[in-house]
């Protein structure tokens, strides 16, 4: 099984690469940089990633409740197309950088739609994808630990959906899905803040983690909002990351 699993996840990542490769070369007139590749593909493939209704069939068999089955379902069923193209009612952002312990980089989303005063029916799918420097001897492995919050406005999305919340940052890989269909104050100018934290791990290591990031908000079926082109329009109208220095 996992012969094959190996051999059409590759076959994935080939696709994956040309995709990011063309956007790299459109949006920044260079190619992916070489030390970033891996990291993206990593996130990418994992992006689409979701439970389904696999994970309601699993909890009858087994009589347990669903938010305990994340040991077996992992990050879930992927669904790579999802992240490979945009629609009218989905946007995918991608970022990357690089972290020091006890640093963070806050990255700013865009949302200028009326939450307010319609039900808007609305999803959030964070990964965060990096590699960390090992320390063998020691059980908690990792030198360094990367990992993201949602800032407040938090109230756009209360419900997590798949996994909890503990075990996702426990690897290298943070993949998390919120969404939310309230009413809530908002105004259009207003915007949803992710912080991607840095911090000492197995060891007291100073150097700079690179990291990959995908944000994807869309809204449901049969509502009425062109999302792609209002957060695109917005983004290009913004500052790019700021660096604070303290995680």
């Known amino acids: ?18 995709v ?12 992916i940089p070489s030390n970033y590749a891996a990291i993206l593909l990593k996130g990418m493939l994992t992006h689409g990633a979701k439970w389904d209704l696999c994970a309601d069939e699993i909890s009858r068999l087994t009589q347990l409740p669903v938010n305990r089955l994340q040991r077996w379902l992992g990050n879930g069923i992927p669904n790579i197309s999802r992240v490979m193209e945009c629609t009218r009612r989905r946007i995918t ?13 806050v990255y700013t989303l865009p949302l200028p739609f009326d939450f307010s005063s319609r039900l808007i029916k609305r ?25 993201f919050e949602i800032e407040q406005p938090h109230i756009l999305f209360p419900d997590r959906q798949n996994t909890d919340w503990n075990s996702v940052r426990r690897g290298t890989l943070q993949h998390e899905i919120f969404s939310g269909e309230n009413a809530v104050v908002w105004n259009t100018d207003d915007c949803m803040k992710i912080k991607v934290n840095c911090k000492k791990d197995a060891d007291n290591c100073r150097d ?12 449901a079926r049969g509502i009425e909002l062109d999302v792609y082109t209002d957060i695109v329009d917005r983004i290009r109208q913004m500052v790019p990351v700021t660096t604070i220095g303290q995680a």
Do not use: M
């Open 93 to 105: 952002l991608i970022g990357l950088g690089s972290l020091q312990p006890e640093n963070a980089h």
């Open 20 to 31: 990011l490769s063309e956007i790299f070369i459109n949006e920044t007139g260079h190619s």
């Open 1 to 18: 099984g996992t012969s094959d699993a190996t051999a059409q996840i590759t076959h994935e990542a080939g696709k994956c690469f040309d």
């Open 208 to 219: 700079a983690i690179p990291y990959g990031l995908f944000v994807t908000f869309e809204v």
């Open 123 to 147: 999803r959030l799918t964070v990964t965060l994808s990096y590699f960390s420097p090992i320390v063998p001897t020691k059980q908690r492995y990792r030198a360094s630990q990367l990992w």
